[in-house]
T-cell receptor, first 110, second 117 residues
Framework: AQSVAQPEDQVNVAEGNPLTVKCTYSVSGNPYLFWYVQYPNRGLQFLLKYITGDNLVKGSYGFEAEFNKSQTSFHLKKPSALVSDSALYFC????????FGKGTKLSVKP | DAGVIQSPRHEVTEMGQEVTLRCKPI?????LFWYRQTMMRGLELLIYFNNNVPIDDSGMPEDRFSAKMPNASFSTLKIQPSEPRDSAVYFCASSLEGSGRAVGELFFGEGSRLTVL
């Protein structure tokens, strides 16, 4: 069965520092991978996706993710974190349905 | 575009009562998903419709839960009778999918927060 794992419940970074939110996946065949963000009391918002092509995918709000097939990873990154990036981040894999990881809470301190 | 619209945003009810959650997907989208979010279990897919037909309902917890999509612009999720353990935020999402493998991104509503006392 398709699955994703987010090994960190929470990530803390200082504003202006680079951030990484980790995700590993387990799929049969080629993975279709996604990142979503959820702000408090809101629905999830799409950030970016990897279907095929360039391993570095750029998305909304300056986020990017790197697909690494050998490590079965799809880590979310941003060169310089903002306080407003503080939110819950979900990695997801798609086959018939979209299967989400448990989420990682990102906290960016001034 | 108004996005995915869910109602009610908040519902407080007593155990044993019937609860109906409603969703209006984005116009033109052909797939609709119902998810449930709790602190303990995270995001769980309940049911997935494609072209108004249920494709996967394996996530529906039990017979107390039912979902319908009578047309492309409306879906309901019903819980009867409700129990305290049903308390959660229920999200509806829609997408435009091609034939074969689904690759579109999902657009989520703001959710319906259900509290069963």
């Amino acid at each position: 069965a398709q699955s994703v794992a987010q090994p960190e419940d929470q990530v803390n970074v200082a504003e202006g520092n680079p951030l990484t939110v980790k995700c590993t996946y387990s799929v049969s065949g080629n993975p279709y991978l996604f990142w979503y963000v959820q702000y408090p009391n809101r629905g999830l918002q799409f950030l970016l996706k990897y279907i095929t092509g360039d391993n570095l995918v750029k998305g909304s709000y300056g986020f990017e993710a790197e697909f690494n097939k050998s490590q079965t990873s799809f880590h979310l990154k941003k060169p310089s974190a903002l306080v407003s990036d503080s939110a819950l981040y979900f990695c997801a894999v798609r086959d018939i349905n979209l299967i989400f990881g448990k989420g990682t809470k990102l906290s960016v301190k001034p | 575009d108004a996005g995915v619209i869910q109602s009610p945003r908040h519902e407080v009810t007593e155990m044993g009562q019937e609860v109906t959650l409603r969703c209006k997907p984005i116009s033109g989208h052909n797939s609709l998903f119902w998810y449930r979010q709790t602190m303990m279990r995270g995001l769980e897919l309940l049911i997935y419709f494609n072209n108004n037909v249920p494709i996967d309902d394996s996530g529906m917890p039990e017979d107390r839960f039912s979902a319908k999509m009578p047309n492309a612009s409306f879906s309901t999720l019903k819980i009867q009778p409700s129990e305290p353990r049903d308390s959660a935020v229920y999200f509806c999402a829609s997408s435009l999918e091609g034939s074969g493998r689904a690759v579109g991104e999902l657009f989520f509503g703001e959710g319906s927060r259900l509290t069963v006392l």
